[in-house]
């Protein structure tokens, strides 16, 4: 059973950077990955940046931009966003994912950005 909390969202200009932070609290059998999603209105939950399985993976849309970093000593996944640009807006929703895949969400934390 975990709990997320999620900080770090904000409103910026085009070209700024952003930083997400999401802790976990509770007990889990065990992480598998963890990571962000995004969603905007009327469109669908969408990956931006997942971290799990020895690897790191992003969206098309933000690679080069956006960098994910993890803890699992500390249970927190964090996302750097850099150059971060208008279609980039939309609530972000931290996810972690337990080995014997059980899903925990995040609230989500509003993105704005604006040009």
């Known amino acids: 059973q975990l709990q997320l909390t999620e900080s770090g969202g904000g409103s910026v200009l085009a070209g700024e950077s952003l930083t997400l932070s999401c802790a976990a609290s509770?007990?889990?059998?065990?992480?598998?990955?963890m990571g962000w999603f995004r969603q905007s209105p009327g469109k669908t939950r969408e990956m931006v940046a997942m971290?799990?399985?020895?690897?790191?993976r992003y969206a098309n849309s933000v690679k080069g931009r956006l960098t994910i970093t993890r803890s699992l000593e500390t249970m927190t996944v964090d996302l750097q966003m850099n150059n971060l640009k208008p279609e980039d807006t939309a609530v972000y929703y931290c996810?972690?994912?337990?080995?014997?895949?059980?899903?925990?969400w995040g609230p989500g934390t509003q993105v704005t950005v604006s040009s």
């Open positions: 996810k972690i994912s337990t080995l014997i895949d059980e899903d925990t």
């Open positions: 509770g007990t889990a059998f065990g992480i598998n990955s």
């Open positions: 971290v799990g399985g020895g690897a790191a």
